[in-house]
Antibody, heavy 121, light 107 residues
Framework: EVQLLESGGGLVQPGGSLRVSCAASGFTFSNYAMSWVRQAPGKGLEWVSAISGSGSTTYYADSVKGRFTISRDNSKNTLYLQMHSLRAEDTALYHC??????????????WGQGTLVTVSS | DIQMTQSPSSLSASVGDRVTIICQASHDISNYLNWYHQKPGKAPKLLINDASNLETGVPSRFSGYGSGTDFTLTISTLQPEDIGTYYCQQYDNVPWTFGQGTKVEIK
């Protein structure tokens, strides 16, 4: 059974940093691309970033480019999102999502429940 | 960026009704279009990939159609468990973008 468990969210001041994690199980993690998708309170879905199975290819939304870094540790079956220079508009529930087999561009076929990041003073 | 526009933003229908949601892309995205369903307080669930391929385990009352810029998601016979918000998403070009969502309620 596929499981994705996010952690690391919390309250952070504007300009601060935070790293959220996603522990994966139930599939061969290194074979699949992964993404982060966020959802501001009461709002819709916004894709944030994606990474290939090997970690060699990454993509970012313009709204986070230069501030966020996606990475993965395939030996630990864990996906990360390092966030710097956080802004109030980054406040959201951050979901990790499983992507394509061997393809970064593919449907997100399983999502975690998310970890809440709140940026406020 | 490719803009995805869904209509309607919300709808209320009776159990057993046929429901159709429209998704329009600002540029040709071929069939690189997915549909997701999010129940209140839950994570999104993939329903349809590549515009018309039903995910394993998704009831056959759901169907998707379209290519290029115009797409539809149809629920042939609305059930109580179908409430929630439906999102289309394109993955033809980075940044991948979602529609604003269509909230479905039972009348």
């Amino acid at each position: 059974e596929v499981q994705l468990l996010e952690s690391g969210g919390g309250l952070v001041q504007p300009g601060g940093s935070l790293r959220v994690s996603c522990a994966a199980s139930g599939f061969t993690f290194s074979n699949y691309a992964m993404s982060w998708v966020r959802q501001a309170p009461g709002k819709g879905l916004e894709w944030v970033s994606a990474i290939s199975g090997s970690g060699s290819t990454t993509y970012y939304a313009d709204s986070v480019k230069g501030r966020f870094t996606i990475s993965r540790d395939n030996s630990k079956n864990t996906l990360y999102l390092q966030m710097h220079s956080l802004r109030a508009e980054d406040t959201a529930l951050y979901h990790c999502a499983k992507g394509g087999l061997g393809l970064v561009a593919a449907a997100l076929d399983f999502w975690g429940q998310g970890t809440l990041v709140t940026v406020s003073s | 960026d490719i803009q995805m526009t869904q209509s309607p933003s919300s709808l209320s229908a009776s159990v057993g009704d046929r429901v159709t949601i429209i998704c329009q892309a600002s540029h040709d995205i071929s069939n690189y279009l997915n549909w997701y369903h999010q129940k209140p307080g839950k994570a999104p669930k993939l329903l349809i990939n590549d515009a018309s391929n039903l995910e394993t385990g998704v009831p056959s009352r759901f169907s998707g159609y379209g290519s290029g810029t115009d797409f539809t998601l149809t629920i042939s016979t609305l059930q109580p468990e179908d409430i929630g918000t439906y999102y289309c998403q394109q993955y033809d070009n980075v940044p991948w973008t979602f529609g604003q969502g269509t909230k479905v309620e039972i009348k």
